[in-house]
C-alpha cells in the first residue's frame, strides 16, 4: 500500500455492530459523509447472511443512519455488474464476519473487488471485521490451523488475527510463530479497531487492545489501548 491518500480503513477484530463499537463506528460515518452503510455478508454465506443484515440495520439505525445488505453469498453475484456498481457507488462499506476462505474466493479478482478498490481509492470509508479483516491484508492468517496463506493484500506485509483476546491460546503462539519474515501481525480484540486514516496514519479505536507481532522475530510484542497512535511502515 501506498501512502496516498484513501478513504478511512477499519480493520475490526470481531463481535461488530455491538456497544464497544459504537464511539468508533460513529467516527466512521462522520468521516464518510453518508447517511447510509453498505453491509456485505459475504462472509456469513454459511451462517445466516440476511440474520447479520438485520443485525447490522437494527445497530445502525440506533446511531441513526440507514443500512442496507447487498447480498453477495457467492461469486456469480460478485460478478454482477450491478452490485459491483452499487459497490462503487458506496461511501461506506462494511464487510461483517464469517469464513475468511470463503469471502477470498468470492472476491479474489471479481468486478465487486474491483469496484471496492475503485470505492476505497476514491475516499469511500471500508471497514471489515474479522474474516474481512484477515482477508484484505496479505498475507493472511489461515483460519484452518493458524499458520499463512495470501490474501487479497489491500495492506501488505500486515496480517490480522481477529478475536485475539477470546482465541484460543495455541492458535495465537501458532500464528506468532509462523509469521513470515518482515511481516507485522496484529493481534486485534473484539469490539476493537486498527484504524488507517486517509493519510496514512494508525491508531487504534474500540474497548479492547491491538497487539503487534514483528516485524524483527524475538521482539516482545507491543500491546496499544484504545486511542494509541501507531507507527506502521506499511
Known amino acids: 500500500m501506498t501512502t496516498e491518500e484513501t478513504g478511512t480503513l477499519a480493520l475490526v477484530g470481531g463481535a461488530e455492530w455491538r456497544e464497544g463499537c459504537r464511539k468508533f463506528d460513529a467516527a466512521l460515518l462522520e468521516a464518510s459523509g453518508s447517511a447510509e452503510v453498505l453491509v456485505l455478508p459475504t462472509a456469513a454465506a454459511y451462517e445466516h447472511p440476511q440474520r447479520a443484515v438485520d443485525h447490522a440495520v437494527a445497530y445502525f439505525e440506533d446511531l441513526g443512519v440507514r443500512a442496507r445488505g447487498l447480498m453477495v453469498v457467492g461469486r456469480t453475484e460478485a460478478e454482477d455488474p450491478a ?4 459497490v462503487r457507488a458506496a461511501r461506506f462499506v462494511y464487510i461483517g464476519g464469517g469464513s475468511p476462505m470463503h469471502l477470498r474466493s468470492v472476491l479474489k479478482g471479481s468486478r465487486l473487488w474491483e469496484a471496492l478498490l475503485e470505492a476505497w481509492r476514491g475516499g469511500a470509508v471500508l471497514a471489515a471485521s474479522s474474516a474481512g479483516a484477515m ?16 490474501g487479497l493484500g489491500l495492506v501488505a506485509n500486515l496480517s490480522v488475527f481477529p478475536h485475539h483476546d477470546t482465541a484460543p491460546a495455541h492458535l ?3 500464528s506468532t510463530e509462523l509469521r513470515p519474515e518482515g511481516a507485522i501481525l496484529a493481534g486485534v480484540d473484539e469490539q476493537t479497531a486498527l ?8 491508531r487504534v479505536a474500540g474497548q479492547g487492545s491491538v497487539t503487534l507481532y514483528g516485524p ?19
Open 195 to 202: 484504524i488507517r486514516e486517509p493519510d496514512g496514519g494508525w
Open 172 to 174: 495465537r503462539e501458532r
Open 135 to 150: 482477508v484484505l491484508c496479505d498475507p493472511m492468517v489461515d483460519p484452518r490451523g493458524g499458520a499463512y496463506t495470501v
Open 83 to 86: 452490485n459491483a456498481e452499487t
Open 216 to 234: 524483527e522475530r524475538g521482539a516482545s510484542p507491543a500491546v496499544h489501548g484504545p486511542d494509541s497512535v501507531l507507527t506502521l511502515n506499511l
